[in-house]
Nanobody, 124 residues
């Protein structure tokens, strides 16, 4: 059984930083893509950062570009999200996702596996 698990989020003041990690287990192969999505109440799930582990190539939404950095972890199927210069609009539940059989990188319906999510709150 494939499981993804995000590290604990937290509350941080605007302008601060937070780092999330995601570890996957139970998957025999390397994910072709791993991604971070977020969702706040009343809003659609938004893809914010994606990495292709085999090459290290990264993709970011305009809303986080220049502030967030996605990277591979040391172990297979692990991914990190470094979030800097956080703003209140970054407040959301953050989800890790893995494996993209087909479809758009930023399409939340296209990923096969998901973590349960972790809450990030940015106070003003």
């Amino acid at each position: 059984q494939v499981q993804l698990k995000e590290s604990r989020g937290g509350t941080v003041q605007a302008g601060g930083s937070l780092r999330l990690s995601c570890v996957a287990s139970g998957y025999t192969y390397d994910f072709n893509y791993m991604a971070w999505f977020r969702q706040s109440p009343g809003k659609k799930r938004e893809g914010v950062a994606i990495i292709r582990p085999s090459t290290g190539k990264t993709y970011y939404s305009d809303s986080v570009k220049g502030r967030f950095t996605v990277s591979r972890g040391n172990a297979t199927n692990t991914v990190n999200l470094q979030m800097n210069s956080l703003i209140p609009e970054d407040t959301a539940m953050y989800y890790c996702a893995g494996d993209l059989p087909a479809g758009d990188l930023f399409d939340g319906t296209a990923y096969s596996f998901w973590g349960p999510g972790t809450q990030v709150t940015v106070s003003s």
